[in-house]
């Protein structure tokens, strides 16, 4: 049975409240970008695509996308989502839409081969970055990276990468299963976060070219997420911090975020594609996803924008288009 950290949506999300930040000045701001953020928001089993708006998230088309999704991966003009019985199912901005800088929709449908099939352990997916091709040469095919097994459970799990066209790749054995979202790095190696033998978080380098499996990063950390050469981690004392990856792998943690209070637990914490902004889903003290916050890193993380869910709502999974 599949216990995601994150889940999804109910459709009465409209009117949710965005709370403009006031800055020093005084004035009120909007976020100039934030319309690239997407969201799967609600509870399990019943969910929407959404997206900020004006007033507050709005409903995206999503036809074709089944009502048991349960995480969200994006890139470029692209989502995937992954299903409680495991299913892969890919969207496409729909054309008319404004492109996938200002999203009004996408067309669902099963990913090709065994990604569309059912796997009932199938957690949590991550699809690759796009990557710019070799000189003369055509770009790699996509991959996606899967994780298979029961968070929690103390039992092995996998890490499965395959192609877009359903392709497998590798297959990596895990001494636990993860607790969260592979994370792509910039040259195709992943960062996975399991739970060593003290049931202690920590965060395991994937190579899928050659299937070793090697301890990375400082520190024991609940989550891991990489956009670009950005990295972005959940200590496992509660702490957002933001570096690069290079620093990172060499064990520096990265700067803490600040002005999240000890009483807003953040649930995920994933950054633009250019690394710029932050966005933060942020829980209440119960634990429960209550808002999605949107940072800036311009002269140190300040907010630029937040949606609070609405009452109903207490799960939210965020994902972002395209970058700058």
Avoid at 38 to 47: D, E
Avoid at 147 to 162: C, F, K, N
Avoid at 193 to 216: E, H, I, K, Y
């Amino acid at each position: 049975m599949i216990r995601p950290v994150l889940l999804l949506a109910s459709v009465a999300l409209i009117g949710c409240t965005v709370v403009p930040t006031v800055p020093s000045t005084g004035g009120t701001t909007a976020p100039e970008r934030a319309d690239r953020v997407v969201a799967l928001v609600g509870r399990v089993g019943a969910m929407a695509l959404l997206a900020p708006g004006p007033g507050g998230l709005r409903p995206l088309d999503g036809a074709g996308l089944p009502p048991d999704a349960a995480w969200l991966s994006g890139g470029g003009a692209m989502l995937l989502a992954t299903t409680l019985d495991g299913r892969i199912m890919q969207g496409v901005a729909a054309s008319g839409t404004g492109g996938a800088g200002s999203p009004g929709g996408f067309a669902w449908g099963p990913a090709s081969g065994d990604l569309g099939g059912n796997h009932l352990e199938r957690a949590f997916a991550s699809l690759e970055p796009v990557t710019e091709p070799a000189a003369g040469g055509r770009p790699a095919a996509r991959r996606i990276a899967f994780v298979e097994g029961d968070p929690g459970s103390g039992a092995a799990g996998r890490l499965i990468v395959e192609t877009l066209a359903g392709t497998e790749v590798r297959p990596i054995g895990l001494p636990r299963a993860a607790e969260g979202a592979p994370a792509w790095l910039p040259h195709g190696r992943i960062v996975i976060v399991v739970r060593d033998q003290t049931d202690r978080p920590m965060a395991l380098l994937a190579d899928p070219a050659s299937g070793r499996v090697a301890s990375a990063g400082p520190g024991t950390l609940r989550s891991v997420a990489i956009a670009g050469t950005t990295l972005a981690t959940i200590g496992a004392d509660g702490i957002v911090r933001v570096g690069t990856v290079t620093t990172w792998l060499g064990g520096q943690p990265g700067e803490p975020v600040r002005g999240i209070g000890a009483a807003e637990p953040v649930l995920q914490a994933q950054p633009s594609v250019g690394g710029d902004e932050l966005a933060l889903v942020v829980a209440d003290p119960a634990g429960d996803a209550a808002s999605i916050r949107i940072l800036a890193g311009t002269g140190g993380w300040h907010e630029i924008a937040r949606f609070e869910l609405p009452r109903g709502a207490n799960r939210a999974v965020v994902g972002w288009l395209v970058g700058p």
